[in-house]
C-alpha cells in the first residue's frame, strides 16, 4: 500500500506560481501512475494531471493545459505539480493519488485511483 503526504499548498495571488510535493512511502514507486486532483466545496474532486509510471507520457485536464506542469522522480519517490499563471478558480485542496493499472483512458480517471493523500490547500487570492 502507499502512503501519499502533500506540501506545498499556501496563499498566493493571482498570476503566481506555486509547486505542489506529493512523497510516497510504500510499495514500489516506480510501479505506480500518479495523479493530482482537485476539490471545491459542494463539488466533485476533478482531475488536474496525471503521470506514467517512468513520467514519458502526461496527461492534463483540457482547461488546464499550458499552466500546470506535473512530473515525477522516481529516486526521490516524489510527484509534483507546478502551477503558473494561477486564478481565482484554481482554489480549492489538490489531492495526490496513485494506481497501479495504467490502462489507456483511464489515467484522469478518479474512481480509478485507489490510493489517496489527505490533500493540500490552495488559495488563489485577487
Known amino acids: 500500500q502507499v502512503l501519499l503526504v502533500e506540501s506545498g499548498g499556501g496563499l498566493v495571488q493571482a498570476g503566481g506560481s506555486l509547486r505542489l510535493s506529493c512523497a510516497a512511502s510504500?510499495?514500489?514507486?516506480?510501479?505506480?501512475?500518479l495523479g493530482w486532483f482537485r476539490q471545491t466545496p459542494g463539488k466533485d474532486r476533478e482531475a488536474v494531471a496525471a503521470i506514467s509510471k517512468d513520467g514519458s507520457s502526461t496527461y492534463y485536464a483540457d482547461t488546464l493545459k499550458g499552466r500546470f506542469t506535473i512530473s515525477r522522480d522516481n529516486a526521490k519517490r516524489a510527484v509534483y505539480l507546478q502551477m503558473n499563471s494561477l486564478l481565482l478558480e484554481d482554489t480549492a485542496v489538490y489531492f495526490c493519488?496513485?494506481?497501479?493499472?495504467?490502462?489507456?483512458?483511464?489515467?484522469?480517471?478518479?474512481?480509478?485511483?485507489?490510493?489517496w493523500g489527505q490533500g493540500t490547500q490552495v488559495t488563489v487570492s485577487s
Open positions: 510504500g510499495g514500489t514507486f516506480s510501479n505506480h501512475v
Open positions: 493519488a496513485a494506481k497501479l493499472v495504467s490502462l489507456s483512458g483511464t489515467y484522469l480517471r478518479r474512481a480509478s485511483y485507489p490510493y
